[in-house]
């Protein structure tokens, strides 16, 4: 007889490396845009349009003098989701972080990539912790994404389901190594 925890966390771990595979494929592809399309965001203001530089995310410092990067996933173990909606929740997770830094921390996504894209599935008992968790993220000035979902299927709408962050392997352990594993 199989393990089900055994095999449940190889399955989510097989989604998360295909995910990451994807992504990586995804990203060493030609990109055709314009230096304005990735230097710059069109906003409105007082109804006229401004082009804004975003400034760099103070991650993408880091990876200049930093080697060890990783992303860590934390999951809300008191939603009770199950495992297929953990696993797709953790791929929102992986691709809005990624899609918040990727014009902003392009060094900081490239070290990441460089360290074989690692990936950390951790659990926190409530939203409250959550937040708690991303505001030392954000004192640490790491950069976080957190998926809220649409409440389609097995939990709430507006549910904060899981946080990602990303950044020195040192400086995440400094916000998420009291977690345990999911």
């Not at 998360?16 to 845009?33: D, K």
Request: hydrophobic share 40%; glycine share 8%.
């Amino acid at each position: 007889m199989i393990d089900m925890t055994w095999l449940s966390a190889f399955l989510l771990g097989a989604g998360c490396l295909a995910l990451g595979y994807l992504i990586g494929v995804r990203r060493s592809a030609p990109v055709f845009c314009s230096t304005r399309e990735l230097n710059h965001t069109d906003r409105k203001i007082n109804g006229k349009k401004k082009n804004q530089v975003k400034p760099a995310l103070d991650v993408e410092k880091l990876a200049d003098i930093l080697e060890d990067f990783k992303m860590v996933l934390v999951v809300r173990n008191d939603l009770k989701m199950g495992k297929g909606k953990i696993a797709a929740q953790c791929g929102h997770a992986t691709l809005g972080l990624y899609k918040k830094i990727l014009h902003r921390a392009p060094k900081a996504l490239n070290r990441w990539e460089m360290c074989g894209q690692v990936k950390v599935v951790v659990k926190t008992e409530s939203e409250d912790e959550m937040l708690v968790l991303q505001e030392r993220a954000k004192s640490l000035n790491l950069p976080t994404h957190i998926t809220v979902d649409a409440g389609r299927t097995q939990i709430a709408p507006n549910s904060r389901t899981v946080m990602s962050i990303l950044g020195p392997a040192d400086m995440v352990d400094d916000v998420t190594g009291g977690l345990k594993l999911l």
